[in-house]
């Protein structure tokens, strides 16, 4: 599965973006797709994950502001995020993962950079 993301940008905090991911054939057999981050001199990070269906997973950090959420018709995965703070900025990854007979497959997209200012 590719992925391609997309919908980041310079934000000024308190404001909103919403990323979207694209993958490239069904993933209604993807059982966990979601958002990782990854700021400067940091460790990624998971943002958000939903599974096939539909339960949700947050990072503490972004609770309340962030909602995840998938279309399987449409092979899409997208991040709403409100309420921006400066320390949400990161690079953005969208992520899938699958079990298989082997174990578990992973997916990135290339990531998509998000910036909040001051």
């Known amino acids: 599965v590719q992925l391609q993301a997309c919908g980041g940008g310079l934000v000024q905090a308190g404001g909103s973006l919403r990323l979207s991911c694209a993958a490239s054939?069904?993933?209604?057999?993807?059982?966990?797709m979601g958002w990782y981050r990854q700021a400067p001199g940091k460790q990624r990070e998971m943002v958000a994950t939903?599974?096939?269906?539909?339960?949700?997973n947050y990072a503490d950090s972004v609770k309340g502001r962030f909602t995840v959420s998938r279309d399987n018709a449409e092979n899409t995965v997208a991040l709403q995020m409100t309420s921006l703070k400066p320390e949400d900025t990161a690079v953005y990854y969208c992520?899938?993962?699958?079990?298989?007979?082997?174990?578990?497959?992973?997916?990135w997209g290339q990531g998509t950079e998000v910036t909040v200012s001051s």
């Open positions: 054939r069904s993933i209604s057999s993807i059982n966990i």
């Open positions: 939903i599974t096939n269906g539909g339960s949700r």
């Open positions: 992520n899938a993962g699958r079990i298989t007979p082997r174990g578990w497959d992973d997916y």
